[in-house]
């Protein structure tokens, strides 16, 4: 089935680092990609939408200078937290809608664990 | 602006009973989704719902779609400690790139 490798799925970093979240589709290509963010016991919140060659669409209230996202190439995406503090620590998902799936409308990576000390 | 909400967010229960979440949506919809989530792990896709009507089991879960209610239940029966497990369901809110808007989430936890 559909596989999206999400790396890495832990990082430790000191504050004011930049930290990079890389997300692949593996065996198909995708054209739009989803960056969540989830804190302990709560939902998942969708902070952008990723789109192959264009500008990704950020949800209100998540600043884009701070969450860089770049959609490259069909199978990836990454987000760049940059400066981060450690209220940006987090569990960060991401997911990708394959075209031709069919009946999922997303798959999703294994999470990254933000940790920023 | 598509709202999900899930009840209840917490259940504790018992080994061998039986207990059904809801998932009430805002807005005209027909797909929606479940999915599990273990600690510290992302999400694992459990039923897809694409119509009114629609049901679905697998194992000790059943899934449910009334459209017309905007309402999915998820039932779990005969309950066992495997199914601890956050539970979440999403609505497609029928945008053509598959976003997803997701419910609170029901933290599931079954003792003996």
């Known amino acids: 089935g559909a596989v999206v490798s999400q790396h890495p799925s832990w990082v430790i970093c000191k504050s004011g680092t930049s930290v990079k979240i890389e997300c692949r589709s593996l065996?198909?290509?995708?054209?739009?990609m989803f960056w969540y963010r989830q804190f302990p016991k709560q939902s998942l919140m969708l902070m952008a939408t990723?789109?192959?060659?264009?500008?990704?669409?950020?949800e209100q209230g998540v600043e884009k200078d701070k969450f860089l996202i770049n959609h490259a190439s069909l199978t990836l995406s990454t987000l760049t937290v940059t400066s981060a503090h450690p209220e940006d620590s987090s569990f960060y998902i991401c997911s990708a809608r394959d075209p031709l799936g069919g009946r999922q409308p997303q798959h999703f990576g294994d999470g990254t664990r933000l940790s920023i000390l | 602006e598509l709202k999900v909400e899930q009840n209840p967010l917490f259940l504790s229960m018992q080994e061998g009973k039986n207990y059904t979440i809801y998932c009430n949506y805002s807005t005209t919809s027909d797909r929606l989704y479940w999915y599990r989530q273990d600690p510290g792990k992302s999400l694992e896709s459990l039923f897809v719902l694409l119509s009114n009507g629609a049901v679905k089991q697998e194992g000790r879960l059943m899934a449910s779609l009334d459209t017309k209610a905007r309402l999915s239940t998820l039932h779990i029966t005969a309950a066992v400690h495997d199914l601890s497990a956050t539970y979440f369901c999403a609505v497609d809110g029928g945008t053509s790139y598959g976003k997803l808007t997701f419910g609170q989430g029901t933290i599931l936890t079954v003792h003996p």
């Open positions: 065996d198909f290509q995708a054209t739009t």
């Open positions: 990723s789109n192959e060659g264009s500008k990704a669409t950020y």
